[in-house]
């Protein structure tokens, strides 16, 4: 039986992949929300392997609110969240990590904020695990290289570039009309392409700091040290998703000045080429990660063409307007900075 009258305000999408460390407390702080009665609950499996599938349906079997989704395949973080957003009913669409859990008024603050200030989509606060450390409150624009640049907390709601993946609210029907993740991204910079069409469409995202929620983040590509990241750790084929799907942004997305960003990334990827085939000592991740990335950026071109012309006919905002959000800070900087703090990062081939 059904616990609404009317449709829900927030749908939550909790794509699950080998969660089960993490399941248990994502769904009780769920529970716990000041705005339960007004959430439907929709968790989409990725054919994990642990049995969190069958651990995500046993929970909110009995929720009135919950629904579980098993793919039947690893359809990567876009198009599962696609999916699953396809089921839902809410004014908004929430899609949450599974590595996350929430203060009890999260939801409420978040929710209030993008209403109050006429925005379309927005992230909570983002902290760290185990504790109430700074991690991420969006990104508030980009750097020369077309990357992500800049998250610092601060103390009001403030307009951003770009809301955090792992707790990115949205409204359903802007979702829908802006043709929501793109599946040939599979994961990895997807909320940043989802958040360029956000606002180069006429809408607005927002970091809302009153609204508090809890990452561990990177879970299942550096699952060391539980609850706390201890070490830098990073896979041939996150780099190579990473790497190839922060030019499809631009190249998709960028009208005509902004195209120069691309260049500028290009000579980026092939001089770290260079410094990780120094780092790594090893072609083949230097192969997959760089050269592969942008050999399948170049065969995705007629992808592109395709979402460049339907991402015109809703554009309204030019790359010109969009240069407010250039910042100097790099992105690479807060790579360098966790570096120092941790030491030279693990590679793995998987």
């Known amino acids: ?35 339960f009665t007004q959430i439907e609950v929709i968790i989409a499996d990725n054919l994990s392997s642990d049995n969190s599938d069958k ?52 939801l409420e603050k978040l929710v209030s904020e993008v209403q109050a200030v006429q925005a379309s989509a927005a992230t909570p606060m983002v902290l760290n695990y ?26 009001d709601t403030r307009e951003i570039l770009m809301p955090e993946g792992c707790s990115y609210l949205i409204e359903r029907q802007v979702f829908e009309r802006l043709g929501g993740f793109d599946p040939a991204l599979f994961m990895f910079s997807d909320e ?3 958040s360029w069409r956000v606002w180069i469409a006429g809408y607005k995202a927002i970091g809302v700091p009153a609204a508090r929620l809890h ?15 201890i070490e830098l750790r990073t896979s041939d084929t996150k780099r190579f998703y990473a790497n190839r799907n922060g030019l499809l942004v631009l190249l998709k997305s960028c009208q005509n000045a902004l195209l120069l960003l691309v260049v500028l990334q290009l000579a980026l990827l092939a001089t770290e080429a260079l410094v990780s085939l120094v780092l790594v000592r090893r072609w083949s991740f230097v192969q997959r990660a760089y050269l592969d ?4 950026c170049w065969r995705l071109r007629h992808h592109v063409r395709s ?14 307007w969009m240069l407010r959000f250039m910042r100097w800070r790099l992105n690479r900087w807060d790579e360098l900075l966790r570096m120092i703090h941790f030491g030279r990062p693990k590679v793995t081939a998987s």
């Open 1 to 35: 039986m059904s616990l609404f009258i009317s449709p829900p305000l927030i749908s939550v999408i909790i794509l699950n992949y080998n969660g089960a460390r993490w399941l248990d407390r994502c769904l009780a702080s769920l529970k716990l929300q000041s705005l």
């Open 55 to 106: 651990l995500a349906e046993t929970i909110i079997h009995s929720w009135p609110n919950g629904r579980f989704i098993q793919h039947g395949e690893n359809l990567g973080y876009c198009e599962g969240n696609n999916r699953a957003a396809k089921a839902a009913s809410g004014k908004f669409l929430f899609f949450l990590n599974n590595d996350t859990w929430m203060e009890p008024d999260c």
């Open 130 to 155: 185990d504790d109430d450390t700074f991690q991420s409150l969006g990104a508030t624009g980009f750097d020369l290289f077309g990357l992500t640049s800049t998250r610092m907390p601060y103390p």
């Open 192 to 194: 940043l392409d989802l």
């Open 215 to 229: 990452h561990r983040g990177a879970a299942n590509v550096n699952p060391q040290g539980d609850a706390r990241v």
């Open 293 to 296: 990335a942008v050999l399948d």
């Open 307 to 320: 979402e460049r012309e339907r991402i015109r006919q809703f554009r309204c905002r030019s790359d010109w």
